[in-house]
């Protein structure tokens, strides 16, 4: 079955950067859609980038500009690549592919 497995988050300071990443196992990496959301505690969990199996790129208002998101099909891993956090960007991030899920990865950012 599908297995995601996501790292690189941790504590950073506001304006600082951080590298997501999101490896998959048991499925034709290529070809599938992946997406990054987040869930910050007493919030509903949203959508922060996708990435199609063909490159195409899509952004949350809140990130654009900010975040970007590549897959590197070679290694079955995507990334998040997030730049000038702010601490509203704090929540656990999560990728998907298809019905799967990965166990999350913590990002704080605060001073």
């Known amino acids: 079955q599908v297995q995601l497995v996501e790292s690189g988050g941790g504590l950073v300071q506001p304006g600082g950067s951080l590298r997501l990443s999101c490896v998959a196992s048991g499925v034709i990496f290529r070809f599938n859609a992946v997406g990054w959301y987040r869930q910050a505690p007493g919030k509903e969990r949203e959508l922060v980038a996708s990435?199609?199996?063909?490159?195409?790129?899509n952004y949350a208002d809140s990130v654009k500009g900010r975040f970007a998101i590549s897959r590197d099909n070679a290694k079955n891993t995507v990334y998040l690549q997030m730049n000038s956090l702010k601490p509203e960007d704090t929540a656990v991030y999560y990728c998907?592919?298809?019905?799967?899920w990965g166990q999350g990865t913590q990002v704080t950012v605060s001073s």
């Open positions: 998907t592919m298809g019905l799967a």
């Open positions: 990435i199609s199996g063909g490159g195409s790129t």
